[in-house]
């Protein structure tokens, strides 16, 4: 049912894989599903003005990562995020250990925001 994930079937593939035991309503599995469009903001943040909020990108990924769990979260980021996103959000999933360096080696990583982890 969801070989391929795209914007009509996303809410239902959210859906199924969100995991928050004290989700009090479906206000709140908004607000998590949300906080991709935060990401995908503060990353265009950063490539627009060089700000990099990384204390911020990280606490929104982790969220992401704990609620929906890490296979699903990949699959929305991949849907919602661009090659450009990308470059600056895999140094903060390798460093999360959201997913390894041999997955995704065609994207390159944005430099400073290695540096900026490392300094972490």
Known sequence: ????????????YAAKNYYNPVCADAEEFM???NRFKYIK?????????NNLS????????????????????NRILELKLNEKHWEVVKP?????????????V????DPYVVE????I
């Not at 606490?59 to 296979?71: A, D, Q, R, S, T």
């Open 1 to 12: 049912m969801f070989d391929e994930l795209t914007e009509e079937n996303l809410l239902l």
């Open 31 to 33: 607000e998590d599903l």
């Open 41 to 49: 903001r503060l990353i265009n943040k950063y490539l627009e003005s």
């Open 54 to 73: 990384d204390r911020l990108l990280l606490n929104h990924l982790i969220v992401v990562y704990n609620v929906f769990g890490i296979e699903a979260a």
């Open 92 to 104: 903060f999933l390798v460093f999360l250990r959201f997913i390894t360096n041999e997955q995704y």
């Open 106 to 109: 065609y994207i390159p990583m």
């Open 116 to 119: 900026v982890l490392r300094k």
